[in-house]
C-alpha cells in the first residue's frame, strides 16, 4: 500500500514509511496523540499540501490565457483568465503551508505550552482546509448546466448523476470536500477555548489532541482527494 492511499478519515490508519499502526485513534487519549501529530504534518500532510499547490500551478500553466467569466452573485461580471484564478489559490494556499512547516516542530513543553501550538495548527490546517473548500465549491458551481465552463475529462458510464436526472453530471467529488470541510472549521474554536489551562493535567482539555490529529487526517484525505479530482477536469474557455 502506498502512503499517498493509506489515510484515510473513514477507517483512521496512518501508514507510516517504516511501520504500520493500524490502531484506533481513539484508542489513545490526550497528549499519548503529540507524537502522531508531529509525524502526520511532515510526513504526510505537507507533501500532499505541496502535490496540490503543484496541481494548481499546472492548470494555471497549462491555460495560460484562457478566458473565462468572472461573476458577481453569480451574475456575468466581466471577464479573467484562468491563471488568475488558479495562481491566487496557489498563493493563498502556499501560504498556510509555509505557517504548517513552521510551527510542527515546536509541540513541546509543559501541557498549557502544547496546547497553545497545537491551538494554532488547528488554525493553519482550518485556515488551509478554507482555501480547499473554496476551491472546491466554485468549481461545483461552474459545472451547473447552465453554465458549464467545468466538465469532467472522464465521468464513468456506471455512474449516474441522480434518480431522476440520470443524466446530470453531478461534481460530487467536489462536494465531498466542501462537506468535510463544513464538519471540521468549528474545530477552531474547540481549539482557542483549549488555550486556557488552569492547572497542569487539567483534563477538560484531554480531547483536544485527539481531534486535532483528527482534522490533520481529514486535511490530508481532502487534500488528495482535491489533487486528483483537479486531474479530471475540463475548463471550457468563455464565448
Same mark, same amino acid.
Given at each position: ?9 473513514i477507517?483512521?490508519? @496512518?501508514?507510516?514509511r ?5 490502531? /484506533?485513534v481513539?484508542? @489513545? ?9 508531529? =509525524? ?13 499547490? #503543484? /496541481?494548481?500551478?499546472d ?13 458577481t452573485?453569480?451574475?456575468l461580471?466581466? /471577464?479573467t ?15 498556510r ?11 513541546y513543553?509543559? !501541557? ?6 497545537l491551538s494554532d495548527?488547528?488554525?493553519y490546517?482550518?485556515s488551509?482546509? #478554507?482555501v !480547499?473548500?473554496?476551491? %472546491? ?6 459545472? =451547473?448546466?447552465?453554465i458549464?465552463?467545468? #466538465?469532467? /475529462?472522464?465521468?464513468?458510464n ?10 446530470k453530471?453531478?461534481p460530487?467529488?467536489f462536494?465531498n470536500?466542501? #462537506? ?10 474547540? %481549539?482557542i477555548?483549549?488555550?486556557?489551562t488552569?492547572?497542569q493535567g487539567?483534563s ?16 490530508s @484525505? %481532502?487534500?488528495k ?12 474557455? %468563455?464565448e
Amino acid at each position: 500500500m502506498e502512503v499517498s492511499d493509506a489515510l484515510s478519515p473513514i477507517d483512521y490508519r @496512518y501508514l507510516s514509511r517504516d511501520e504500520e499502526l493500524r490502531s /484506533k485513534v481513539n484508542s @489513545y487519549s490526550g497528549l499519548d496523540i503529540v507524537p502522531r501529530v508531529r =509525524r502526520i504534518i511532515p510526513e504526510i500532510l505537507i507533501p500532499r499540501l505541496n502535490y496540490l499547490e #503543484s /496541481k494548481l500551478e499546472d492548470i494555471a500553466r497549462e491555460n495560460k490565457g484562457k478566458e473565462i467569466f468572472r461573476r458577481t452573485d453569480g451574475q456575468l461580471d466581466c /471577464k479573467t483568465t484562468v491563471d488568475e484564478i488558479f495562481d491566487e489559490y496557489s498563493t493563498r494556499l502556499d501560504r498556510r503551508i509555509s505557517q504548517l512547516e513552521k510551527i510542527y516542530t515546536h509541540i513541546y513543553g509543559s !501541557e498549557a505550552e502544547i496546547n497553545e501550538y497545537l491551538s494554532d495548527i488547528v488554525y493553519y490546517a482550518v485556515s488551509a482546509f #478554507s482555501v !480547499e473548500a473554496n476551491i %472546491a465549491d466554485d468549481i461545483r458551481q461552474l459545472f =451547473r448546466s447552465e453554465i458549464q465552463e467545468f #466538465s469532467f /475529462k472522464e465521468f464513468g458510464n456506471a455512474r449516474i448523476g441522480s434518480s431522476t436526472m440520470p443524466h446530470k453530471m453531478n461534481p460530487a467529488e467536489f462536494e465531498n470536500i466542501k #462537506s468535510l470541510w463544513k464538519a471540521y472549521v468549528p474545530r477552531v474554536t474547540y %481549539a482557542i477555548l483549549s488555550q486556557i489551562t488552569e492547572h497542569q493535567g487539567d483534563s477538560t482539555n484531554e480531547d483536544f489532541p485527539y481531534f486535532a490529529f483528527e482534522l490533520l487526517i481529514a486535511l490530508s @484525505y %481532502a487534500t488528495k482527494k482535491l489533487e486528483n479530482s483537479l486531474g479530471n477536469i475540463i475548463i471550457n474557455a %468563455a464565448e
